[in-house]
Structure formats: C-alpha cells, structure tokens
C-alpha cells in the first residue's frame, strides 16, 4: 500500500529532552513537509523540503530541526530549545508536476507529549 | 503563511440534512483543497481544484472553486454520522506551502 507511515503515534519525553519525529513516505513524492496542530487552531508549518538534501523553514520553525538525507524519509527533531512542544505533529507529502505538486497528503500524525 | 477565514467555525445538524461550509482568502490561489479530519488522526484529501470556476463532486460531497480564485465552498449532501469531523481548506500557491484554515468542527445527530 502506498502511503506516508509515522511513528511512532504517541511519544512522551522528559522535559530538556531532545525526541526525534519519523516521517517515511513510499509515494515517490518529491516534497515533505512537517506541521504542528494545536487545539483550536488550524495547521502551522515547521520546515519543508522540496527536495533531498535540501529544505525551508517554515513559520515556526525555533526550535525544531530536520534532515532530508533519503527521499522517502523526513525526520523531525524536537529540541529543548522549543518552548512548548507538546503538540499533534503531521508530515505530509506532495509529488512534482503542476498542478498536483500543491497536492498534499497527510501521515496519521504523532501526539507529543512532554512531561 | 496567511490564515484563511473558514466558516462557520462548527455545525450541529440532524442526520439527512444538508452541510455549506466555505472559505475565503485575501490571496489568490491556483489551488484550493478540502480535507477532513478524524480525532487523533490526519487530514484525509476529499476533493482538490485546480481551475477557477471548477465544480467537483466526490459521492455526497461538492466543492467548487471561486471565480475570484478567493474563495471555496465544499456542500455535503444528506449528512450521516460518519460526517462528524474537523473539515479543513487550504488554498495554494505555485511553489509555496499550503494556507489553511482554521476547520470547520461538524456534528451530526441521528
């Protein structure tokens, strides 16, 4: 089945605690992307990749970090530095060629929660 | 990026009945999307549009894209349970993220 897997969907870390977010995706898409969904507010987008070995911050991205080594993976990574981390964490995917490359399709999310 | 304004914010309607939501940006967009979703789980893609003017259904659900290329409204016909959810827009721009907003919560009552 092809698809966008994260893993893994409930993680709870200690405070100060680095924690790292896996995003994998078998659609043969070109672009990742990592967003953060908090009660009562719509999708805010942390860092994009458009391609490997390359990526974007997006509005929020303090305190988070990325790597984009391999096309089908993403990692997020969830550093101290972040205020208030404790969130629902998406990665999603799009493929390339216009107009479907603004499509994108969503994992089943990660809930953080930071003791 | 910018926030869409997404209304109305939640909808509480009985089985059978009819279901408008819609959004609308100060930005043009080439694409608008609409998703819905489940607690605890992530978005799923219900239709995407791609030109303005576009009318698209997928079963019970149409949506259709604003001639101004501002707007979006998505109209679910004879609701069931199953439509309880979080409905999303997100409108796009070639080359940059997606802009969402804020869900619209719906409820449905047998």
């Known amino acids: 089945d092809g698809g966008i897997t994260q893993s893994p969907k409930y993680l709870f870390r200690k405070e100060g605690q680095n924690v790292t977010l896996s995003c994998e995706q078998n659609?043969?898409?070109?672009?990742m992307y990592w967003y953060r969904q908090d009660p009562g507010q719509g999708l805010r987008l942390i860092y994009y990749?458009?391609?490997?070995?390359?990526?974007q911050k997006g509005d929020i991205a303090e305190g988070y970090s990325v790597s984009r080594e391999k096309k089908e993976s993403f990692p997020l990574t969830v550093t101290s530095a972040q205020k208030n981390p404790t969130a629902f964490y998406l990665c999603?995917?799009?493929?390339?060629?216009?107009?479907?490359?603004?499509?994108?399709?969503f994992g089943p999310g990660t809930r953080l929660t930071v003791l | 990026g910018q926030q869409l304004n997404q209304s109305p914010q939640s909808m509480f309607i009985q089985e059978g009945e009819d279901v408008s939501m819609n959004c609308t940006s100060s930005?043009?967009?080439?694409?608008w999307l609409w998703y819905k979703q489940d607690p605890g789980e992530g978005p799923v893609l219900l239709i995407a549009?791609?030109?303005?003017?576009e009318l698209t259904s997928n079963g019970r659900l149409t949506a259709q894209f604003g001639i101004t290329r501002k707007d979006s409204f998505l109209n679910i016909s004879a609701s069931i349970p199953s439509d309880v959810g979080i409905y999303f827009c997100?409108?796009?721009?070639?080359?940059?993220?997606?802009?969402f907003g804020k869900g619209t919560s719906l409820l449905v009552t047998p």
């Open positions: 990749s458009q391609i490997v070995n390359d990526f």
């Open positions: 997100a409108g796009a721009r070639s080359g940059y993220a997606l802009n």
């Open positions: 930005s043009i967009f080439n694409t």
């Open positions: 659609l043969n898409h070109d672009a």
């Open positions: 549009l791609y030109k303005a003017g």
């Open positions: 999603a995917s799009s493929g390339s060629g216009r107009p479907e490359a603004d499509t994108q399709y």
